[in-house]
């Protein structure tokens, strides 16, 4: 950990402070549970009464608060609390080990500089690795696999042969990039294996979460586009593309064959059906079901999934269907009886 | 296997025998497949008719039943099985391995007496461990983490740095504890990682199931409770907090700041937004999707989860609503023409 | 890859050529991307227009089409199309290693000819493969496992004691096979765990995808059924038994003690709740829940699941409700005024 005066931190961030300059942060904390010498952050300001209860030095926030604490106040809060966590406390330091000896690497692999493998790693034949990627135990990587700069691969995690990594990918433990595509041919009632053939590509900057899967291609690779993030337990179909900057929350599930566009985010246990177009900035809330193509743009709810507006109305009309029921079959008797008695 | 006779394990769950006390119980099955030797048990009373047909020597039964079979009738009959099948069969024999000389054990950590560590584990700087732990093959233990004693970690487990593990942990198979939050924050259309600085801390007799996900906090601890059991496949988010002995079926995802309550139970595959508090003794159905916060002691289902047995009878609805449609058209239709005829 | 001409390929799969029989196909790819060379399919007419805008020197067809363009008319185009991916691509070749030293294989274990087992590998006591079995790093056989011919276990695939391989099973990356099931006995509150002393069996030609858990039965046997595919991330529960030749696509969870029967089909993310029967060929939609037994040969959808072409015209009206709700309470209104007015 490396401390700051609130200053140099506003510095750092771009923003104004509020206060004492001077004081020293040694850490970062949530507002609930910081104590002194330390900072926090409010960006939302629906947990704006919790600044007041804070026992924190100081706390990053958008606006002036009349709250009696040290601030910062900067335009975007959220990000200058990423900004400052990296400063004060880093990422995790991976150890240097450099190549282990009980790790097994092909003699027709190579690796950059500044790359470190952990004991129980196999680089298999004709891999590619470029500098400072770091190998946790238990991964294994595929024959004629490229792989970028300054890549993280954590515990058991596997990626299969010809496959293409960019640059600054992290892949969490026990995640598997490039296993077979679920893709059989059935003919009289037995499901016959397709060679999957195609690649997984993964660009520049995406990260898998744990016990993710990103199934090969069929024929087509599957692809995942820059800066895209993907949970825990997320299942990428054969053959589907992602665009770049999407997010992908834990265990939301796409088909094959399903074609994303770039700044899209899909809630926890989304699922999406193969061969659709979903749009550019498409944003589907939790736990939704799409079964057809989707207009960019536009945020989307239910299953299927419709207009999220128009989704959480007919959502809260839900629980009154049974009412509702008993309504119809009233009005029908009043009707039925008033006609009655008219004629 | 050890077996025992009817009235030996009568004593051992404070039951009493009808029948005969002296046969011999060598295994234990279930009402469809068991047979001469074995015991079986009745913990449902859907089932009842099914005693009649077992073949099993003996049942283990709430209510003396006047099907002519031996018997121990006991309050609790599935804890009186769970008793049984400890003394007769016993939890899975884990080899005694010793320390085995193609593991990786850090010279900094420390192992209690009666461990076990299979080769191509890997523990790392600083860890501490108890007495009598077990690691299976492909086992990571990131630096600084803290474990009990009587833990069993299975194949291929992997737990970050700097978590506290309980006594009588189980990690099952190919599962990540600790791993990095899903943290980012997007600014100018770029997701920027947060480091996340928090541990998981895993209470005494939690078991968490094969290829589930507990992700460490972004800045705050995430915490699962005493005695909480957690399914395959389930993930948590960060900074989430679970108290004891609540139960998470397979595949149930719980986002990030969320705090559960305790002897919660979460059906398959439900959905939990962040940033919620969940009351004590909450029940929810499989597959439903929570949004909000949820008073404790009372069950619900559906998405969003609503009182269970009001969702159930809406639930029951859903067919009949292209017909409720037609229903309000066709009354829309008659009451025009009757105000017609009227007027 | 091995080159064909197209009458080769037309004869391997019992199809008819029109156009060049001679023309030499190098390799497989989709319609959107094949070009020169390359052979492509067309299964769905849905898809026929673009047959028009192929790259492709090659089409696989159903009928013949009045596009000009080579084409292998057949009655399945899928089935040729794996036919002929196997033939000119092949599987994944797995590189021949033989018994590596960094593997761990117990002086009890026997394995057939023509195995190949990798550095880091775990085979236990008194485990029993086959012939030409492949495990890759990482994987774990527990004791007393028997394992077929021909059977490939893919990095990181962990295979509990006492299970049941058949002939030719593939079990990808990261997926447990015969981890303890989630059965426990609730006493005062407390979660006692029951040992799980049944067993997996895989029958032939099952595959199961990454990053899945397949648990043992509590005390019967989980079964999954000869020719049965199981996608990434699939939960089966301890007890349940699966027949042939079903599909379960990913993220599908199956409680405990449910019987499954032959040729059935799951979709993304379908849940089947403990203790129910699911007749032949029962074909479920993509996010359903089920949770009753189900009558086979039939398709269902929606949760809980009903008849699937019931469910979706409910599912259309679902963003209606609220303006039912609102014709509902016009009607009682109007209905009101007229009664009013009559009397």
Redesign the interface.
Known sequence: MKPQTLQQLADHVSGTVIGDPNIVIE????L??AGDGQITFLSNVKYLNDVKDTGASAVIIAQESEVEINQIVVQ?P??A???I??LI????AN?PVGI?D?S?ISETATLGDGCHV???V?I??NVKVGKNCYF???V?IG?DTTIGDDCIF???A?V??DCVIGDRV?V?????IG??G?G????N???????Q?GRVILEDDV?I?????I?RGT??DTVIGK?T?I???V?I?H?TTIGP?C?L???V?V?GSTDIGH?CVFG??V?I?GHLKIGDLTRVG??S?I?GNMEGGKSYL???A?DAS??K??????????E??K??KA??R??EK??A??S
Chains 1, 2, 3 share one sequence.
Do not use: C, W
Not at 89 to 92: E, I, Q, S
Not at 172 to 176: L, W
Not at 189 to 195: R, S, T, Y
């Open positions: 850490s970062v904390s949530t609930q549970t975007d959220y990000y609390l990423q900004q966590v990296v406390h880093g990422y995790r150890k282990r009980k097994n952990h004991d129980f196999t298999s034949d946790y135990p238990g294994f024959q954590y515990p058991n596997v299969f042969n992290i969490q433990s026990n995640t598997s296993e077979d679920y059989f041919s059935t003919h009632g037995v499901h016959h294996k397709i060679p053939i990260e979460g744990a016990s993710a899967g199934e024929l087509d800066g993030k949970g825990d337990m299942a179909g053959g900057h997010l929350v834990a265990q599930g088909s700044h926890g246990q699922g059906a939790a736990k079901g079964s239910g299953t299927p419709i128009k989704a109305r007919s959502m809260v009309i839900l629980q009154y269907l049974p509702m029921k309504r119809i009005l029908e009043k009707l008033l006609s008695g008219k």
